[in-house]
T-cell receptor
């Protein structure tokens, strides 16, 4: 158990809908990262937040957004869902987001299925 | 061309075998190299972490980094059925105040009893 929690475990929804994925980092970790894992693209970095502020953006679509709240939990919002958004979404956390030496710990993921 | 290339396998070996997993990369800015293990339907779990070139050993696992060749390896000695999983290499560069991991596509390993 990494200490990172994600809810829900599974989500099934329809095209065009909007969903929210939630992540609670390990106690004491200030950075939260979101990744998408699909069969054809592998594990891809989406976005990073550090202590409530956006720190880095990767291959995140404009239909997707995220935020980190004062209690450090984070939410990833996916809107206007398409079939191709079906994937595993992982959250990871680390102690300090500005050091390249810190370790990222991954949560169990949320499996999103868009029908 | 992807920044990180990893042979997807699948790789099947008998119990007790030595396993070699490899990744190549193109971005010379990568300085931190990691190996994650991912069991089916679970999140990636960090196995090994190395900085720059060199070797690092932890129990049955050895990670090697050769920055001159842009090549990293993970060796598993005395492989066990419990080692059956997908192994992902990951890398990061010094990028100021932000860090993100770039992953290989993963190698699926099965260790047969």
């Amino acid at each position: 158990d990494s200490g990172v929690t994600q809810t829900p475990k599974h989500l099934i929804t329809a095209t065009g809908q909007r969903v929210t994925l939630r992540c609670s980092p390990r106690s004491g970790d200030l950075s939260v990262y979101w990744y998408q894992q699909s069969l054809d693209q592998g594990l891809q970095f989406l976005i990073q937040y550090y202590n409530g502020e956006e720190r880095a953006k990767g291959n995140i679509l404009e239909r997707f957004s995220a935020q980190q709240f004062p209690d450090l939990h984070s939410e990833l919002n996916l809107s206007s869902l398409e079939l191709g958004d079906s994937a595993l979404y992982f959250c990871a956390s680390s102690v300090e987001g500005s050091s390249t030496a810190d370790t990222q710990y991954f949560g169990p993921g949320t499996r999103l299925t868009v029908l | 061309q992807k920044e990180v290339e990893q042979d997807p396998g699948p790789l099947s070996v008998p119990e007790g075998a030595i396993v070699s997993l490899n990744c190549t990369y193109s971005n010379s800015a990568f300085q931190y190299f990691m190996w994650y293990r991912q069991y089916s339907r679970k999140g990636p779990e960090l196995l090994m972490y190395t900085y720059s070139s060199g070797n690092k050993e932890d129990g049955r696992f050895t990670a090697q980094v050769d920055k001159s060749s842009k090549y990293i390896s993970l060796f598993i000695r005395d492989s066990q059925p419990s080692d059956s999983a997908t192994y992902l290499c990951a890398m990061s560069a010094t990028s100021g105040s932000a860090r993100q991991l770039t992953f290989g596509s993963g190698t699926q390993l099965t260790v047969l009893p």
